[in-house]
């Protein structure tokens, strides 16, 4: 990743939804900060993982690469190209190469076009017209997806929400993209389906050396599909790791938390985990705390995290490339402290 | 996305099918699919009181194109005032000798008190420049008001605000009152007192106001529909294709609104043709020589109480329609729309 420039290159990424209020006159009276400063790289046919819970801008963070939101600061380069605040027609030629598959399938396909259509609708508005025309290669496509290519003259109502969110990716392979940013494909599945459309995007990205940014807050999805995993909190990166590097030595307190809330299936076999339970809610991204972000609900908050925010760095113990934002970052032995975060029932 | 005119056999295939069940014959050829349209038609096609309506309505817009014809078929016109010029048709009274408004072989509704005139043409060409008239005024206010809706929903900000509050001061407007006391001034600018208002000049300017006052509702419904639309999935996909605001206007979101614009506009009609016809009954609009279904209410108010055979025609025929109208923009939404129960 060092050596050449990464295929995207996101620096200082910021996004502030202005709060409107006020009587007889409109004025921004806040912002909420739902994206604060991201930091971090994808290097060509890798695939990132972005989790975490709820509102912490994994979602933001998604349309902000794919500029379909307008970042407030920051710096967004693809392939060295900045296109932070690149006009429609700029873009153009980039729109081919980063796509977006979405979240919601029943959403993110016009009911009134067909399948063929919809697919193909990338390719007019690119003008691209591969050998063979653009019904063959929808036809491909269809195939490559796992889907009858007779569905080309189907509408989405007659499909299920798997085969949709097939289609889905189908339409964002059209352009043949370099990258491809995943909002949450699969949470709007059933289980049994997610785990097919996850090892068909898994297929994809070792075949076709498509990278990805793999928007989740399933850590197992993301542990089974990302090669690196950022966790974020509040509209920041708290750690990014390599997968098993994360999963195996997890530095910050929240990244703890999350892989402690995971269901284990190995019963017997493994002595039972401390279940970190973090007590309240995440605070209001319109006034975030001062300092770390977490530190509301940290276990080790001291005075230093509310006035000192942690920078994303390289802590004692990381391997290069494990980057933590914590000035007490975890160890392979730190226990939580009892009182405050224990499970009661795993402590009885 | 507009059905194709209902051909003849259609509605006799499938009128004895279950209302559920979507037609067999269809869902055995496996590959074949059915778009969101043609599912709509053939839940109209099914609808027994829609078809029927549809063929009523068809009927008028058919006679209507026709009149010309007809009245050369029928060897009289509307303007020639056959009493005062074949004596033996109206009596000292001026009113037809024979009974039922002079109703007999050669005049099939009769001939007018007076001037004697045919009933039956002068009604054929009143329905054709009352539906002109109508259907002009509610194209027109259509695709103004799916432009305006469309754009103001779809740019939002300062252009929705702006739309937004022309829209609240034309519904606000009394349409009626506006048009009785404004109409001459309006004329007056074109035309001098002492010379004759051209009829055209009549027509295009009732086409205009209708269609200024009416784009107002049709332009709030869609851009309604719009603010819900443009924050659906499918339009930020457009967008990361990299597709134009014209291309995400017409060719994702239009598609998605022709049924609430096609179950306004054949609602619109119907409104339309009355308010013409209203706005001729009250002396405003088209004028006696002109044949017209209001111009015909008008004469045939002033004679009712002698004789009912002038109100008759054209109130029956203008009730046939209106009503056959209505349920037909009824029956459309069902078909568009099958959430909606009655």
Same mark, same amino acid.
């Given at each position: 990743?060092?050596?050449?420039?990464?295929?995207?290159?996101?620096?200082?990424?910021?996004?502030?939804?202005?709060?409107?209020?006020?009587?007889?006159?409109?004025?921004?009276?806040?912002?909420?900060?739902?994206?604060?400063?991201?930091?971090?790289?994808?290097?060509?046919?890798?695939?990132?993982?972005?989790?975490?819970?709820?509102?912490?801008?994994?979602?933001?963070?998604?349309?902000?690469?794919?500029?379909?939101?307008?970042?407030?600061?920051?710096?967004?380069?693809?392939?060295?190209?900045?296109?932070?605040?690149?006009?429609?027609?700029?873009?153009?030629?980039?729109?081919?190469?980063?796509?977006?598959?979405?979240?919601?399938?029943?959403?993110?396909?016009?009911?009134?076009?067909?399948?063929?259509?919809?697919?193909?609708?990338?390719?007019?508005?690119?003008?691209?017209?591969?050998?063979?025309?653009?019904?063959?290669?929808?036809?491909?496509?269809?195939?490559?997806?796992?889907?009858?290519?007779?569905?080309?003259?189907?509408?989405?109502?007659?499909?299920?929400?798997?085969?949709?969110?097939?289609?889905?990716?189908?339409?964002?392979?059209?352009?043949?993209?370099?990258?491809?940013?995943?909002?949450?494909?699969?949470?709007?599945?059933?289980?049994?389906?997610?785990?097919?459309?996850?090892?068909?995007?898994?297929?994809?990205?070792?075949?076709?050396?498509?990278?990805?940014?793999?928007?989740?807050?399933?850590?197992?999805?993301?542990?089974?599909?990302?090669?690196?995993?950022?966790?974020?909190?509040?509209?920041?990166?708290?750690?990014?790791?390599?997968?098993?590097?994360?999963?195996?030595?997890?530095?910050?307190?929240?990244?703890?938390?999350?892989?402690?809330?995971?269901?284990?299936?190995?019963?017997?076999?493994?002595?039972?985990?401390?279940?970190?339970?973090?007590?309240?809610?995440?605070?209001?991204?319109?006034?975030?705390?001062?300092?770390?972000?977490?530190?509301?609900?940290?276990?080790?908050?001291?005075?230093?995290?509310?006035?000192?925010?942690?920078?994303?760095?390289?802590?004692?113990?990381?391997?290069?490339?494990?980057?933590?934002?914590?000035?007490?970052?975890?160890?392979?032995?730190?226990?939580?402290?009892?009182?405050?975060?224990?499970?009661?029932?795993?402590?009885? | 996305?507009?059905?194709?005119?209902?051909?003849?056999?259609?509605?006799?295939?499938?009128?004895?099918?279950?209302?559920?069940?979507?037609?067999?014959?269809?869902?055995?050829?496996?590959?074949?699919?059915?778009?969101?349209?043609?599912?709509?038609?053939?839940?109209?096609?099914?609808?027994?009181?829609?078809?029927?309506?549809?063929?009523?309505?068809?009927?008028?817009?058919?006679?209507?194109?026709?009149?010309?014809?007809?009245?050369?078929?029928?060897?009289?016109?509307?303007?020639?005032?056959?009493?005062?010029?074949?004596?033996? @048709?109206?009596?000292?009274?001026?009113?037809?000798?024979?009974?039922?408004?002079?109703?007999?072989?050669?005049?099939?509704?009769?001939?007018?008190?007076?001037?004697?005139?045919?009933?039956?043409?002068?009604?054929?060409?009143?329905?054709?420049?009352?539906?002109?008239?109508?259907?002009?005024?509610?194209?027109?206010?259509?695709?103004?008001?799916?432009?305006?809706? &469309?754009?103001?929903?779809?740019?939002?900000?300062?252009?929705?605000?702006?739309?937004?509050?022309?829209?609240?001061?034309?519904?606000?407007?009394?349409?009626?009152?506006?048009?009785?006391?404004?109409?001459?001034?309006?004329?007056? &600018?074109?035309?001098?007192?002492?010379?004759?208002?051209?009829?055209? @000049?009549?027509?295009?300017?009732? &086409?205009?106001?209708?269609?200024?006052?009416?784009?107002?509702?049709?332009?709030?419904?869609?851009?309604?529909?719009?603010?819900?639309?443009?924050?659906?999935?499918?339009?930020?996909?457009?967008?990361?294709?990299?597709?134009?605001?014209?291309?995400? &206007?017409?060719?994702?979101? @239009?598609?998605?609104?022709?049924?609430?614009?096609?179950?306004?506009?054949?609602?619109?009609?119907?409104?339309?043709?009355?308010?013409?016809?209203?706005?001729?009954?009250?002396?405003?609009?088209?004028?006696?020589?002109?044949?017209?279904?209001?111009?015909?209410?008008?004469?045939?108010?002033?004679?009712?109480?002698?004789?009912?055979?002038?109100?008759?025609?054209?109130?029956?025929?203008?009730?046939?329609?209106?009503?056959?109208?209505?349920?037909?923009?009824?029956?459309?939404?069902?078909?568009?729309?099958?959430?909606?129960?009655?």
């Amino acid at each position: 990743m060092s050596s050449t420039t990464p295929l995207l290159d996101v620096a200082g990424l910021t996004k502030h939804f202005p709060v409107k209020g006020g009587f007889p006159i409109r004025r921004t009276i806040g912002a909420v900060q739902a994206v604060d400063g991201l930091d971090f790289q994808v290097a060509e046919g890798e695939s990132l993982g972005l989790v975490g819970e709820s509102g912490c801008g994994k979602s933001t963070t998604g349309r902000l690469i794919t500029r379909l939101l307008e970042p407030t600061a920051g710096k967004i380069s693809y392939r060295g190209q900045d296109i932070t605040h690149a006009g429609r027609k700029d873009l153009a030629p980039i729109r081919s190469e980063i796509q977006m598959i979405f979240q919601d399938p029943y959403a993110s396909l016009n009911p009134r076009q067909t399948v063929g259509k919809i697919i193909s609708g990338p390719m007019e508005i690119n003008n691209i017209k591969p050998e063979g025309g653009r019904e063959k290669r929808v036809r491909e496509l269809l195939e490559i997806v796992g889907l009858n290519p007779e569905h080309y003259n189907r509408f989405p109502h007659e499909f299920s929400g798997g085969q949709r969110q097939r289609i889905g990716v189908a339409r964002a392979l059209a352009l043949e993209p370099k990258l491809i940013v995943a909002d949450e494909p699969v949470s709007a599945l059933d289980v049994s389906i997610q785990a097919q459309v996850v090892n068909l995007l898994q297929q994809l990205q070792r075949d076709l050396g498509i990278a990805f940014v793999f928007i989740a807050h399933d850590l197992a999805v993301v542990r089974h599909f990302s090669q690196r995993v950022a966790v974020m909190y509040l509209g920041k990166i708290v750690e990014i790791a390599d997968r098993d590097d994360l999963y195996g030595n997890p530095r910050h307190p929240y990244t703890r938390a999350l892989l402690s809330a995971v269901p284990e299936a190995t019963a017997d076999e493994t002595p039972a985990r401390e279940r970190i339970r973090l007590v309240g809610d995440v605070p209001s991204p319109i006034s975030p705390p001062s300092g770390c972000r977490f530190r509301t609900r940290c276990w080790k908050a001291t005075d230093k995290c509310a006035s000192e925010a942690p920078p994303l760095v390289q802590v004692e113990g990381n391997k290069p490339g494990h980057l933590t934002a914590c000035h007490y970052p975890e160890t392979a032995d730190t226990v939580p402290s009892p009182h405050l975060t224990k499970d009661p029932e795993a402590a009885a | 996305m507009t059905p194709p005119t209902p051909s003849p056999a259609a509605p006799l295939e499938v009128t004895d099918e279950d209302s559920v069940t979507p037609a067999k014959p269809s869902a055995l050829k496996g590959n074949e699919s059915r778009s969101p349209g043609r599912l709509a038609w053939s839940r109209f096609k099914r609808d027994r009181a829609g078809v029927i309506s549809g063929y009523v309505v068809l009927f008028f817009f058919v006679v209507a194109i026709c009149a010309p014809l007809i009245s050369k078929l029928y060897g009289k016109d509307p303007y020639t005032t056959y009493g005062i010029n074949i004596p033996g @048709l109206l009596n000292e009274f001026n009113f037809p000798v024979k009974p039922n408004g002079g109703i007999s072989s050669e005049f099939w509704f009769g001939i007018e008190p007076q001037l004697g005139r045919d009933v039956f043409t002068f009604l054929l060409y009143g329905i054709r420049n009352s539906l002109l008239i109508a259907t002009a005024a509610t194209l027109l206010t259509t695709l103004f008001g799916v432009v305006i809706g &469309i754009t103001a929903g779809y740019l939002g900000g300062k252009t929705d605000y702006l739309v937004g509050r022309v829209i609240d001061i034309l519904l606000a407007f009394p349409q009626t009152l506006f048009f009785i006391a404004f109409w001459p001034v309006v004329l007056a &600018i074109f035309v001098s007192p002492e010379e004759n208002t051209p009829v055209w @000049l009549t027509v295009t300017s009732l &086409i205009i106001v209708m269609t200024v006052f009416g784009w107002a509702s049709i332009a709030r419904l869609l851009r309604g529909e719009v603010l819900a639309l443009r924050e659906r999935e499918f339009v930020e996909a457009a967008k990361v294709t990299g597709a134009s605001p014209a291309r995400i &206007i017409f060719k994702e979101l @239009l598609p998605n609104l022709w049924t609430p614009i096609l179950i306004q506009s054949t609602l619109l009609l119907p409104i339309y043709v009355t308010a013409e016809a209203g706005l001729a009954f009250l002396g405003v609009g088209l004028q006696d020589p002109t044949p017209d279904w209001g111009v015909m209410l008008q004469f045939g108010a002033k004679y009712y109480q002698d004789d009912i055979t002038f109100m008759l025609f054209p109130g029956l025929s203008m009730v046939i329609f209106v009503v056959a109208f209505n349920l037909l923009g009824d029956s459309v939404r069902d078909a568009l729309d099958p959430k909606t129960k009655r």
